[in-house]
């Protein structure tokens, strides 16, 4: 088998892997540099928006360059696992609870998934060396998504997929392995402005480009200080 025949059919074994441990989607990119996301990212830290969220400043060559997270890097593979419940548990005049917050804390879940995906890897392609990631290093996981064609970057900066919206959570496996790569797919935002209208804090300045210091999750989650008077009502 010649080595574009061989690429394909591992390919094929690993989305087959993907699908077979509950994985909605599996895309693949290339393992290099994302030019296009490093202004952005320096301009947004510059601006502030990461608030106290001190460790988004560190590691900065790290969340751009895979190969410095798994030497001799050559794969990214991008996951979309499921969180959306089968019932919703919010109640009128009641404290709501996100929905990916309803089961077990999905970094234990998904990195069990990951763990089995490697192995499994390991065991029916030969000698693969790689890391697992479910947002627990700087991995730049919606770029990553967005490059291997699992969804857009909406204007809330989201990735949105058309039959799944956001209710996903993100996971990638580095590989040391060429592999065929999928591509991206277009935006289909187009001009709705719908999540900029509907947020409560204003935390979306421009399209594509969140302030983390004004969102929710921010003041209830990452700010480890009082929430302010001023978003308690909200």
């Not at 900066?157 to 065929?180: K, P, Q, T, V």
């Not at 409560?200 to 929430?227: M, N, R, W």
Request: proline share 5%; aromatic share 12%.
């Amino acid at each position: 088998m010649c080595l574009s025949g061989m690429k394909e059919k591992i390919t094929a074994q690993i989305k087959n892997i993907a699908s077979g441990l509950g994985f909605s989607f599996c895309g693949i990119s290339k393992a290099e540099f994302l030019e296009e996301e490093a202004p952005k990212l320096e301009a947004w830290l510059k601006r502030g928006y990461q608030g106290k969220m001190q460790y988004l400043e560190n590691h900065f060559d790290k969340r751009l360059d895979p190969t410095k997270l798994v030497p001799g890097a050559k794969s990214v593979i991008s996951l979309v696992y499921n969180y959306y419940p089968k019932k919703d548990l919010a109640q009128p005049n009641n404290l709501k609870i996100a929905k990916y917050a309803y089961g077990e804390d999905y970094h234990f879940v998904v990195k069990d998934k990951l763990k089995e995906f490697l192995q499994r890897i390991q065991d029916e392609i030969g000698d693969v060396n790689g890391r697992v990631f479910v947002d627990s290093a700087p991995v730049m996981e919606r770029a990553w998504a967005k490059k291997s064609g699992l969804g857009w970057i909406g204007k809330n900066s989201l990735l949105l997929n058309r039959s799944m919206g956001s209710f996903f959570f993100l996971a990638e496996i580095i590989l040391d392995l060429e592999l065929e790569y999928d591509g991206p797919i277009k935006d289909y935002c187009g001009t709705c402005t719908a999540c900029m209208d509907a947020c409560p804090t204003d935390a979306i300045p421009q399209p594509y480009v969140v302030d983390g210091s004004k969102c929710i999750s921010y003041f209830t989650i990452e700010l480890k200080e009082e929430i302010p008077n001023e978003v308690k009502e909200i």
